[in-house]
């Protein structure tokens, strides 16, 4: 309760908050909000400007365009959302364990993740996409492969951090089982850390299946995705640059959203940091203030 009465109070955080769960609506129910077939050919209206019946008009196969967009929801943000939940629940599992127990458990997690951060996130995608072939699953499943390893570093820092305080000490002397500590006593103190991570991740990713999209290594046509729709817009962006300004301002608002959460989100578990950035303002604004005396004084 406490965490949505800041989230209430910020208004940024609000704003984005609304917006994030209209485009899962808007995705899930696609169909209800799709004016349009989005895979319906048209070539009599190859590259229709906007009108009533088109909004965004049309695209080279005569395609809506804002059909397309509203169907991009699905691989662009909610099989996103499917990958970053199930990479953060291995990465969780994996963190609590190594971060809980320790010596040889924690020296094994902790080095099969050091093999997995040493090759470059692109480097690996590419690597699992050439040996299962190009499409969305293949790059989710790339994805999976790559975030857990990061997310189970973070989270096994986290719970370092907290697994060495009194309370925690106290449980274990009482008696309490570990699963019941983690459990009870873990968990709630290091989620705002997962869930601030988890957020300031979704745009990353948002970004990345549209950058393999883009490069024909994502989705496959006839298929809506918004990476996939700059890529088809790219051959006419000269003389239809309009045709690449819906999908590329889509990835843009989006992603922007979500990192404006995750920000908005982290003060919210911590409302200290806006003390401690409204201190550092005004700090900012008195040094100015005395440099611009000293000038006016020579």
Known sequence: MRILKNICKDRLALISLVVIMITIIVGIFAPVFS?????????????????????????HLGRCILSRLIYGVR???????????????????????????????????????????????????????????????????AFALIKWAWFARIIRTSVLQYSELNYIKFAKASGLSEFKIICRHIIPVTFSDIAVISSGSMGSMILQISGFSFLGLGIQAPHAEWGMML????????????????????????????????????????PKLVNSKNTTTHKLRLSKMNVQEKKVAN
């Open 35 to 59: 004016p349009h077939d989005p895979n319906e050919i048209k070539m009599s209206l190859r590259y229709a400007s906007p009108s009533w019946e088109y909004l965004l008009g049309n695209d």
């Open 231 to 270: 890529n088809e817009a790219r051959e006419v962006m000269f003389t239809r640059p309009e045709l690449m300004v819906a999908p590329g301002l889509t990835i843009v608002f989006i992603v922007s959203v979500f990192n404006f959460f995750s920000d908005s989100l982290q003060v919210a578990f911590d």
């Open 75 to 141: 691989p662009s943000v909610l099989w996103v959302l499917v990958v970053l939940f199930i990479s953060v629940l291995i990465g969780a599992i994996l963190g609590f364990v190594a971060g809980y127990f320790r010596g040889k458990t924690d020296a094994i997690i902790m080095r099969v993740c050091d093999i997995m951060l040493s090759f470059p996130g692109y480097v690996m995608a590419l690597a699992v996409i050439g040996i299962l072939g190009v499409g969305l699953e293949n790059i989710l499943i």
